[in-house]
């Protein structure tokens, strides 16, 4: 079991796809905690220096597509074939890439909250403009954006397994995400139940993100349990997929 997270963390640290996907996270990260450091309405009743560190949230949907492709890319380039021949228990393998990339994807979100958490506390300080948020309350965000990160990448494992297609896994994955569940939030008695127990409403509860713009969200604790249920239920589906699904060279 050792060797195959060891060969899957080589995997992460041997291709441009993981090296573009940190860079990419990095640069946006960087981009858009500074223009809204620099230039936001800090004079607003709306200002919340948490809406502000959770832009570190930016790392969980290319976690989330890292999972995706720590299974999808070994169906599409047809690796798959040699890797079971290697090894051939697919619970096994399932759990090698789960291990590897939700250690991959904790340390995405190290990076990107790292990043954003200097930028915005060190902007705020030299416009001096008080943060309003105590050391307790920035630990609480950072951890729980480190978490969710991991709990994202574990999460795509899961849907890549269960989909094994990776543009239909990725672009419903991300559709669903960014799109279909924001949306749905805006549905009149409904929206709110989705807001709060979505996989983002689960994942903002995780990141201690409350504010005006994320609404009523639940405790650190129970969101992460809703987000660790969501990527559980998904794993375990698409174990039992990929188990059944034939593999031909």
Known sequence: MSRQIAAELL?????????????????IVVLISTLATLTGDFDSDEFNTIDLLGISG????????????????????????????????????????LAAHGLAGVLLGV???????AIVLLGLSARGIESGVDSGDVRRVIAGQVIAAGLWASLGVGVGALIGNQVGAIVGALGWTLLVENLLTIVPGFGEQVQKYGINGASNGLGNLESQNTGEVLGQVGGGLLLAAYAVAFLIAGLLVLRSRDVTS
């Open 58 to 97: 930016f790392a969980q949907p290319f976690a989330l597509v890292l999972g995706i492709l720590a299974v999808t890319t070994e169906f599409r380039h047809g690796t798959i074939t040699p890797t079971l021949i290697a090894a051939p228990s697919r619970t096994r393998l399932l759990a090698a890439k």
């Open 111 to 117: 990076v990107a909250v790292a990043v954003c958490s």
């Open 11 to 27: 995997k992460l640290r041997t291709t441009r796809t993981g090296v573009a996907l940190i860079g990419s996270v990095v640069a």
